[in-house]
């Protein structure tokens, strides 16, 4: 139940940024949830490795280029559904900094209502 809460705030999230920021293109709200879906795969699968890989870059870096990382992981989406356009490595910074943002509000929604 968690992980679909996250997986309906992450695709509302990507349908926001579609509208705020015009770097970042859906074409249809399934498009957006088949992206929030392979976007949480990819996080649980592809990311550990990234982060293990440029670990000594995000000691150096104070952690700032785990927002890298995640931008990567938002380029990987968008080359894997043909629905979703990311306009450069600059948009995939601000979308991926905008649904960090949400999955942290989530996150501590979901933490407010277990108690």
Known sequence: MKFFAKLIAV???MLA???LLPGIEFNS???ALLSAFLLAILN???RPVL???TF??????LGLFLVVVNAIILSIVDWLVSGFVLHGFFWAIIGAVWISIINTLTGWM???DRK
């Open 11 to 13: 695709t509302l999230a």
């Open 17 to 19: 940024a579609d509208e």
């Open 29 to 31: 709200f399934t498009t």
């Open 44 to 46: 649980a699968v592809v």
């Open 51 to 53: 982060i293990v890989l």
């Open 56 to 61: 000594p870059v995000t000691i150096v870096t």
């Open 110 to 112: 979901m933490k407010e």
